[in-house]
């Protein structure tokens, strides 16, 4: 198996601005275990419509490329969501009794994220093809 240093280039770019993005969302608010985390969560849902989008659109409705999928998908995508912030912020809440919060936020993250997925994926399939 070769690296090909175009397809790791797209990968690193994406990735970067992906990652650029969440830490500006981030600023936005300060971690509090007592309250919904919503950068993070604002960042993982709209991550993975993203993806739902961009897979869809890639896979169906695009001339196939060696670039876009891991510039858009596992660069962008990858670099913007977090699920390890989300397991973080998830322990957190735990460890201050914020029980109901901690189960709350990781049900919503989940159920939020694939439904994300599911709406852009069926967006995607629904826009007519222009010939």
Same mark, same amino acid.
């Given at each position: 198996?070769?690296?090909?240093?175009?397809?790791?280039?797209?990968?690193?770019?994406?990735?970067?601005?992906?990652?650029?993005?969440?830490?500006?969302?981030?600023?936005?608010? $300060?971690?509090?275990?007592?309250?919904?985390?919503?950068?993070?969560?604002?960042?993982?849902?709209?991550?993975?419509?993203?993806?739902?989008?961009?897979?869809?659109?890639?896979?169906?409705?695009?001339?196939?490329?060696?670039?876009?999928?891991?510039?858009?998908?596992?660069?962008?995508?990858?670099?913007?969501?977090?699920?390890?912030?989300?397991?973080?912020?998830?322990?957190?809440?735990?460890?201050?009794?914020?029980?109901?919060?901690?189960?709350?936020?990781?049900?919503?993250?989940?159920? $939020?994220?694939?439904?994300?997925?599911?709406? $852009?994926? $069926?967006?995607?399939?629904?826009?007519?093809?222009?010939?």
């Amino acid at each position: 198996m070769s690296i090909d240093a175009r397809e790791m280039a797209a990968v690193f770019v994406g990735g970067a601005l992906g990652s650029l993005a969440r830490a500006g969302v981030a600023e936005l608010a $300060a971690p509090d275990p007592a309250r919904w985390p919503w950068p993070t969560f604002a960042v993982n849902i709209v991550g993975a419509l993203l993806l739902g989008y961009f897979t869809t659109r890639l896979l169906e409705r695009l001339p196939l490329s060696s670039y876009r999928r891991p510039l858009l998908g596992t660069g962008l995508c990858g670099g913007l969501t977090t699920f390890s912030t989300m397991q973080v912020e998830t322990l957190r809440m735990i460890e201050h009794h914020h029980y109901g919060l901690a189960i709350g936020y990781t049900v919503a993250s989940l159920v $939020a994220g694939l439904l994300a997925v599911h709406v $852009a994926t $069926a967006l995607v399939r629904r826009a007519r093809v222009r010939a």
